[in-house]
């Protein structure tokens, strides 16, 4: 079946820091895979998506490449801000099935 | 523009009431979706609905879930007889069309809590 796991936090950083969030999959045929950020208060929305293997997604100076040979889709970003803290959940999509992790807690220290 | 709604933002239940959940999707998105999120897990697919299409109902957990749909605009999702366990924020997401090319948008989602 499909499933997606990613790495758990929740993970602090300092401003300006590197920001790598594990996420790894297991699906059959061909997803698409998603990155959502649920900012504080607010919903989740579409940070950045890849609908087949090698495609990069980015958005906000985040970054995730999609690895089928290693079945992952991992978030990262040079320099994170304050602003960055959120709670990321990576996602597959396979037909009309969508699958989400557990999502990552961020907190980002100035 | 307006985003996706849902009602109430709170609810506190006893066990054993029946619930009833809003979701106001955007206009003109065919496709809706419902989720449930426990405390520390992931998005659990519950259902989902595009156009005049029989809902995917393979994800509720149970018979005493339940939703419906009028058309393409308002659902509800239902539980009866609340068990503690359905504690859980639930979020309804819609897009403009179904398959998984299309962006998701979620509403704010609505806390229920089964005492």
């Known amino acids: 079946g499909n499933s997606v796991t990613q790495m758990e936090g929740p993970v602090t950083l300092s401003e300006e820091a590197f920001l790598t969030i594990n996420c790894t999959y297991t699906?059959?045929?061909?997803?698409?895979l998603f990155w959502y950020v649920q900012y504080p208060g607010e919903g989740l929305q579409l940070l950045l998506k890849?609908?087949?293997?090698?495609d990069k997604g980015s958005n906000k100076g985040f970054e995730a490449t999609y690895r089928k040979e290693t079945t992952s889709f991992h978030l990262e970003k040079g320099s994170v801000q304050v602003s960055d803290s959120a709670v990321y959940f990576c996602?597959?999509?396979?037909?009309?099935?969508?699958?989400f992790g557990a999502g990552t807690r961020l907190t980002v220290k100035p | 523009g307006a985003g996706v709604s849902q009602s109430p933002s709170n609810k506190v239940t006893e066990k054993g009431k029946d619930v009833e959940l809003r979701c106001d999707p955007i206009?003109?998105?065919?496709?809706l979706y419902w989720y449930r999120q426990r405390l520390g897990q992931g998005l659990e697919f519950l259902i989902y609905?595009?156009?005049?299409?029989?809902?995917?109902k393979s994800g509720l957990p149970s018979d005493r879930f339940s939703a419906e749909r009028t058309g393409e605009s308002v659902s509800t999702l239902t539980i009866q007889r609340t068990q503690q366990e359905d504690s859980a924020v639930y979020l309804c997401?819609?897009?403009?069309?179904?398959?998984?090319?299309?962006?998701?948008?979620f509403g704010p989602g609505t806390r229920l809590t089964v005492l």
């Open positions: 997401a819609s897009s403009l069309a179904s398959g998984t090319y299309n962006e998701q948008f």
């Open positions: 699906a059959t045929g061909y997803p698409s």
């Open positions: 890849a609908t087949k293997a090698d």
């Open positions: 996602a597959l999509g396979n037909n009309n099935d969508m699958r």
């Open positions: 206009s003109g998105h065919t496709a």
């Open positions: 609905f595009q156009g005049n299409s029989a809902p995917d």
